[in-house]
């Protein structure tokens, strides 16, 4: 585990001396709480830190990163953009990870660090600006104090990997120059930044910091924690998410050798979902792994199901279908453009078809875990978590503690998903913890983190397509039928929609009359944040209702699509300020055409496939290559088109962009959430299974297409157009019809 130390409330403004004469740059304000820090960013002697930076006297740069790390790269990327302004020397830079902590001002309570939230494709975007600001002023510091001992002024100076040289060729290491840096004042406006000429790391590549401990098996994740007398804790969970315990017998498990106590969990009454436990549920406590499972196994233990013991996906898709064909007025009225009911009643042809998608689960590498302990005015938490502050919240209340008595640690993580932006598994080692009255370190297996999930909502779309006699799109509606992922959480009951439908959707501004709508299901399952969130079932859907009317209009699917998106212009989002670049959108889709050279004929039994899509500022489109031989699916090819503006590390984009490709892939080859009498019926990866390396592409080819646009985030990006292209490859390369394929899973189980 990671050291920390406990300091006085003392701090500075912005710039701060340590006793080693170390020089601390943070945003921030006049004040701060206690808070414990990471020992790195302390220095040797245990000086006082601000926010994200720290230079020793010997030219060692420690920078602190905000998000957590689940993967996607932002304790490589986020660091890059402070170093980049400082002009550190990034083979002396150090990394280390930042908990949350609260900050009192002038009666306000807020986060020191503003944005801590990784996963959902913000981290980059909220750090653009603020972080610049932290490395520029740590440089403008410096730069003052050169310009001291020089005597040349700093406009006339130059900063080169931790050195400062002057134009006859004197140079000033950073540590050098730390103890005068100390004595400046800092700048009371905000700084000039770089500009793109000047950056010497954003914009380069650059391998993961982590990796070298990544690949050696030295990176600790949460679950490989310990601390000392920490029992082990394993759980039962009623498999009915609304039951509750009938009866239980504990001696067999008590009985083993290891095993401490037997100690029972209830979800909290009127607690949002994702603080509270998900389900009832039996904790076995011992001394180590192996002996809790065993009592585990000796449990005897009879659950009760609650009202929903007889609710099945059958069931629900059904209610959807009837909801969809009634004349019902939806739950809310998403878009409306034109006149659709008009355009209706004069199209010379219509096209319909309908698109079922499962439930669908995140299984994570790393399960679900935490370490706890938690003492008469202090707590230290141990947690994989995406959402650090929401985290320290949870501990806060149920612990009662203040804020600033809490440690939150978070390691690098086994992925996120989504899935760790709720915290039920750490209230649950929280209560365990307190309970016990001792340390609990909680592990969850994999069958309880495939039936126990907050999962990402199935739905229905019903598409209709109004043509004129030309055979032009002049109407398009949607209807969806799903339950929201926001139920449950605290929203509005007016904003609960804001999940499964959006008004940036396309093909909303392409075509005169457009309409979209949303009816709310209801579902015993939870459902939650999942990788690319409603874009995913969304843009299948549209995608392949392209497909469908291009097939029927005996249309190239491209060039179907490049009508649909018609000139470069900027598409005005309702209610919002956005704007979506039909331009950038369609050169995306240029480029994987080129790419996998659309226009070249293939007579070995291959079929291709392609399709967009547009998430908050970023444009993506896949192309894929396939055949089918009997029942074996090859992917031959798979090209992939990014523009997300301005691109920080381009290695970690195009590891993104190849690992949500290929998370996509293995979604749509099978894996699906079902209900049966009130249970999940899937329980591992035998029947909630991965992709294998043989159903996957050698390779994802990667086009990252140049910008100077503000940068956007990228983890969930290429979610949304893999399933879609593939699909369409499959049915280029088959006889099946897109429109009676309700899901991928389908499509396989006709081949």
Same mark, same amino acid.
Not at 456 to 466: F, K, S, T, V
């Given at each position: 585990?990671?050291?920390?130390?406990?300091?006085?409330?003392?701090?500075?403004?912005?710039?701060?001396?340590?006793?080693?004469?170390?020089?601390?740059?943070?945003?921030?304000?006049?004040?701060?709480?206690?808070?414990?820090?990471?020992?790195?960013?302390?220095?040797?002697?245990?000086?006082?830190?601000?926010?994200?930076?720290?230079?020793?006297?010997?030219?060692?740069?420690?920078?602190?990163?905000?998000?957590?790390?689940?993967?996607?790269?932002?304790?490589?990327?986020?660091?890059?953009?402070?170093?980049?302004?400082?002009?550190?020397?990034?083979?002396?830079?150090?990394?280390?990870?930042?908990?949350?902590?609260?900050?009192?001002?002038?009666?306000?309570?807020?986060?020191?660090?503003?944005?801590?939230?990784?996963?959902?494709?913000?981290?980059?975007?909220?750090?653009?600006?603020?972080?610049?600001?932290?490395?520029?002023?740590?440089?403008?510091?410096?730069?003052?104090?050169?310009?001291?001992?020089?005597?040349?002024?700093?406009?006339?100076?130059?900063?080169?990997?931790?050195?400062?040289?002057?134009?006859?060729?004197?140079?000033?290491?950073?540590?050098?120059?730390?103890?005068?840096?100390?004595?400046?004042?800092?700048?009371?406006?905000?700084?000039?930044?770089?500009?793109?000429?000047?950056?010497?790391?954003?914009?380069?590549?650059?391998?993961?910091?982590?990796?070298?401990?990544?690949?050696?098996?030295?990176?600790?994740?949460?679950?490989?924690?310990?601390?000392?007398?920490?029992?082990?804790? /394993? $759980?039962?969970?009623? &498999?009915? =998410?609304?039951?509750? !315990?009938?009866?239980?017998?504990?001696? %067999?498990?008590? +009985? @083993?050798?290891?095993?401490?106590? /037997? $100690?029972?969990?209830? &979800?909290? =009454?009127?607690?949002? !979902?994702?603080?509270?436990?998900?389900? %009832?549920?039996? +904790? @076995?406590?011992?001394?180590?792994?192996?002996?809790?499972?065993?009592?585990?196994?000796?449990?005897?233990?009879?659950?009760?199901?609650?009202?929903?013991?007889? +609710?099945?996906?059958?069931?629900?898709?059904?209610?959807?279908?009837?909801?969809?064909?009634?004349?019902?007025?939806?739950?809310?009225?998403?878009?409306?453009?034109?006149?659709?009911?008009?355009?209706?009643?004069?199209?010379?042809?219509?096209?319909?078809?309908?698109?079922?998608?499962?439930?669908?689960?995140?299984?994570?590498?790393?399960?679900?875990?935490?370490?706890?302990?938690?003492?008469?005015?202090?707590?230290?938490?141990?947690?994989?978590?995406?959402?650090?502050?929401?985290?320290?919240?949870?501990?806060?209340?149920?612990?009662?503690?203040?804020?600033?008595?809490?440690?939150?640690?978070?390691?690098?993580?086994?992925?996120?998903?989504?899935?760790?932006?709720?915290?039920?598994?750490?209230?649950?080692?929280?209560?365990?913890?307190?309970?016990?009255?001792?340390?609990?370190?909680?592990?969850?297996?994999?069958?309880?983190?495939?039936?126990?999930?907050?999962?990402?909502?199935?739905?229905?779309?019903?598409?209709?397509?109004?043509?004129?006699?030309?055979?032009?799109?002049?109407?398009?509606?949607?209807?969806?039928?799903?339950?929201?992922?926001?139920?449950?959480?605290?929203?509005?009951?007016?904003?609960?929609?804001?999940?499964?439908?959006?008004?940036?959707?396309?093909?909303?501004?392409?075509?005169?009359?457009?309409?979209?709508?949303?009816?709310?299901?209801?579902?015993?399952?939870?459902?939650?944040?999942?990788?690319?969130?409603?874009?995913?079932?969304?843009?299948?859907?549209?995608?392949?209702?392209?497909?469908?009317?291009?097939?029927?209009?005996?249309?190239?699917?491209?060039?179907?699509?490049?009508?649909?998106?018609?000139?470069?212009?900027?598409?005005?989002?309702?209610?919002?300020?956005?704007?979506?670049?039909?331009?950038?959108?369609?050169?995306?889709?240029?480029?994987?055409?080129?790419?996998?050279?659309?226009?070249?004929?293939?007579?070995?039994?291959?079929?291709?496939?392609?399709?967009?899509?547009?998430?908050?500022?970023?444009?993506?489109?896949?192309?894929?290559?396939?055949?089918?031989?009997?029942?074996?699916?090859?992917?031959?090819?798979?090209?992939?088109?990014?523009?997300?503006?301005?691109?920080?590390?381009?290695?970690?984009?195009?590891?993104?962009?190849?690992?949500?490709?290929?998370?996509?892939?293995?979604?749509?080859?099978?894996?699906?959430?079902?209900?049966?009498?009130?249970?999940?019926?899937?329980?591992?990866?035998?029947?909630?299974?991965?992709?294998?390396?043989?159903?996957?592409?050698?390779?994802?080819?990667?086009?990252?297409?140049?910008?100077?646009?503000?940068?956007?985030?990228?983890?969930?990006?290429?979610?949304?157009?893999?399933?879609?292209?593939?699909?369409?490859?499959?049915?280029?390369?088959?006889?099946?019809?897109?429109?009676?394929?309700?899901?991928?899973?389908?499509?396989?189980?006709?081949?």
């Amino acid at each position: 585990m990671s050291l920390r130390v406990r300091l006085s409330r003392r701090r500075f403004l912005q710039v701060m001396a340590g006793t080693a004469g170390a020089l601390v740059v943070g945003i921030g304000s006049l004040r701060a709480q206690d808070a414990d820090i990471p020992l790195q960013l302390l220095g040797d002697d245990l000086t006082r830190l601000g926010p994200y930076i720290r230079i020793e006297s010997d030219g060692r740069t420690v920078i602190g990163a905000r998000d957590p790390d689940c993967g996607e790269g932002t304790h490589t990327s986020l660091p890059r953009i402070i170093a980049d302004e400082l002009d550190a020397d990034w083979n002396r830079v150090e990394v280390v990870s930042l908990g949350p902590e609260l900050i009192h001002e002038n009666d306000t309570t807020q986060w020191r660090y503003g944005h801590q939230r990784s996963g959902d494709s913000t981290s980059i975007p909220a750090a653009w600006e603020d972080l610049r600001q932290a490395g520029a002023l740590a440089r403008w510091l410096l730069l003052q104090a050169a310009a001291q001992r020089s005597k040349v002024n700093a406009s006339n100076l130059s900063c080169i990997r931790g050195t400062i040289r002057t134009p006859d060729g004197r140079s000033y290491g950073y540590g050098d120059l730390v103890k005068a840096a100390l004595k400046q004042a800092p700048p009371q406006a905000p700084l000039q930044l770089k500009t793109p000429d000047q950056y010497r790391l954003i914009g380069h590549p650059a391998g993961d910091v982590n990796a070298a401990d990544l690949v050696t098996g030295r990176m600790h994740f949460a679950i490989d924690q310990y601390m000392a007398e920490a029992l082990t804790a /394993v $759980l039962v969970h009623c &498999p009915w =998410p609304d039951g509750r !315990l009938d009866r239980i017998d504990t001696r %067999a498990t008590l +009985a @083993v050798p290891g095993v401490k106590r /037997v $100690l029972q969990l209830q &979800p909290e =009454p009127g607690q949002p !979902l994702g603080t509270t436990p998900l389900a %009832a549920s039996v +904790a @076995v406590l011992a001394e180590d792994t192996w002996s809790a499972l065993r009592g585990r196994d000796a449990l005897e233990i009879k659950w009760e199901p609650g009202k929903d013991a007889g +609710a099945s996906s059958d069931q629900f898709n059904q209610i959807a279908r009837n909801l969809l064909e009634s004349q019902s007025e939806p739950t809310r009225r998403i878009r409306e453009d034109g006149d659709y009911k008009d355009a209706a009643k004069h199209a010379a042809h219509t096209i319909d078809a309908l698109f079922t998608q499962p439930f669908q689960a995140h299984v994570t590498a790393e399960p679900m875990n935490c370490l706890v302990r938690i003492g008469t005015d202090h707590a230290t938490v141990v947690v994989p978590t995406q959402a650090p502050q929401q985290a320290l919240a949870v501990v806060q209340r149920l612990t009662g503690l203040d804020a600033s008595r809490i440690d939150i640690q978070i390691p690098r993580t086994g992925g996120g998903f989504g899935r760790r932006m709720d915290h039920d598994y750490l209230a649950e080692a929280v209560m365990l913890a307190k309970a016990a009255r001792t340390p609990v370190k909680l592990m969850w297996t994999r069958d309880q983190d495939i039936r126990h999930d907050v999962y990402r909502p199935g739905a229905i779309h019903r598409m209709q397509a109004l043509l004129d006699r030309r055979k032009r799109i002049v109407g398009w509606s949607v209807r969806k039928a799903s339950a929201s992922a926001l139920a449950g959480r605290d929203v509005p009951a007016d904003q609960i929609w804001t999940s499964e439908a959006s008004p940036a959707a396309l093909p909303g501004g392409l075509v005169a009359n457009f309409s979209s709508a949303w009816y709310e299901l209801d579902s015993i399952l939870p459902r939650g944040a999942n990788r690319g969130g409603s874009d995913v079932v969304d843009a299948f859907a549209t995608q392949m209702f392209i497909d469908v009317i291009a097939r029927d209009m005996r249309r190239d699917p491209l060039e179907l699509r490049m009508e649909l998106l018609g000139e470069a212009r900027s598409l005005p989002v309702p209610g919002t300020d956005r704007l979506i670049d039909t331009g950038r959108l369609a050169n995306v889709l240029q480029q994987v055409a080129a790419r996998i050279e659309w226009s070249r004929r293939r007579s070995n039994g291959h079929g291709l496939g392609i399709a967009f899509h547009q998430m908050d500022g970023a444009y993506c489109a896949h192309a894929f290559e396939s055949s089918v031989r009997g029942s074996t699916l090859t992917i031959h090819r798979a090209v992939c088109a990014v523009d997300v503006g301005r691109v920080v590390n381009p290695l970690g984009l195009e590891a993104q962009v190849t690992g949500a490709t290929l998370d996509a892939v293995s979604t749509a080859l099978g894996q699906a959430i079902t209900l049966r009498n009130g249970r999940v019926q899937q329980h591992d990866f035998k029947d909630y299974p991965l992709a294998h390396m043989a159903q996957l592409p050698n390779t994802v080819e990667v086009i990252v297409v140049p910008s100077d646009d503000t940068p956007t985030g990228a983890s969930e990006l290429a979610m949304p157009s893999a399933a879609p292209a593939l699909a369409s490859s499959v049915a280029a390369a088959t006889t099946v019809h897109i429109r009676r394929l309700p899901l991928m899973k389908e499509l396989m189980r006709k081949l």
